[in-house]
Nanobody
């Protein structure tokens, strides 16, 4: 089992930045990828960014060039740096972890509890 705990959410003005962090514990040796999903009210859950242990990254088109995913295996943490935030980035952000990859794509089976990000003036 893997436990994930997010931190760093909050209220930020449009154009601002936030850094989300995810602390992993438990069977961390089994993690082959980490990522971030988000869900806004009335919208489907969306994969924002993902990174495999091999370093491959994937971003949603809506955040490319603004968000950066990173992972510190020594500290068992994963971060999401969010710059140039827009009101449409407002959502609950979930940290996720995958033990397995299928055709190179992570199968996320561990989820954090979520952290709220609100972008508003």
């Amino acid at each position: 089992q893997v436990q994930l705990v997010e931190s760093g959410g909050g209220l930020v003005q449009p154009g601002g930045s936030l850094r989300l962090s995810c602390a992993a514990s438990g069977s961390i040796f089994s993690i082959n990828a980490m990522g971030w999903y988000r869900q806004a009210p009335g919208k489907q859950r969306e994969l924002v960014a993902a990174q495999t242990s091999g370093g491959n990254t994937n971003y949603a088109d809506s955040v490319k060039g603004r968000f950066t995913i990173s992972r510190d295996t020594a500290k068992n943490t994963g971060d999401l740096q969010m710059n140039s935030l827009k009101p449409e980035d407002t959502a609950v952000y979930y940290c996720v972890a995958a033990r397995r990859l299928r055709f190179g794509a992570p199968i996320f089976d561990y989820w954090g509890q979520g952290t709220q990000v609100t972008v508003s003036s």
